[in-house]
């Protein structure tokens, strides 16, 4: 991921909720480590949104949100229940510019870390969407912790498609 969002054309992202896992909190914006990887929010309370792509409410890409599922200190993570999304739920995002808009899930899978399809899930173009990450699946403590990557996609209410 390299294209850079113009604060200018969009407003940033504030908040997320996610009726259906009782989620509803802040979101901050966040970027690459020094390791070049994506950086969570430390706060397991709070969800990133990846600044250095696409926002919510983009006419085209990936917005991608991500948080952590949990932590050895701080317990169950805002995003502990994403893979209990189904096809059809809701999620709301609210800007600084006060509007709310809302999504609709289309997929959710699990994903192995070393397999995650970054140029599709990071994709500048393409139609609008939302992505949701966090992780999942078998934790292994001795390789690094979890194994794989829930991810989550969800299309603007408006341009509600049936799917197949």
């Known amino acids: 991921p390299s294209v850079e969002a113009s604060p200018d054309l969009y407003a940033v992202p504030r908040r997320v909720r996610v009726p259906a ?21 430390d706060d397991i309370r709070i969800v990133g949104w990846y600044e250095l792509g696409v926002p919510p409410g983009a006419d085209r890409g990936s917005a991608v949100l991500v948080a952590h599922r949990d932590g050895r200190e701080q317990g169950r993570g805002v995003f502990y229940r994403l893979g209990e999304l189904s096809p059809g739920d809701r999620v709301f995002v609210r800007d600084d510019a006060g509007e709310s808009l809302e999504y609709r899930v289309v997929s959710r899978e699990s994903i192995l870390k070393k397999k995650l399809p970054y140029d599709e899930l990071f994709a500048v173009d393409g139609p609008p969407r939302l992505t949701l990450i966090s992780c999942g699946g078998y934790y292994d403590p001795g390789n690094g ?11 603007p209410a408006k341009q509600d498609v049936t799917s197949d």
């Open 145 to 155: 912790g979890y194994q794989d990557n829930v991810v989550v996609v969800a299309v």
């Open 21 to 41: 896992i009782d989620v509803s909190t802040s979101i901050v914006p966040v970027a690459l480590d020094e390791n070049d990887a994506l950086e969570v929010p």
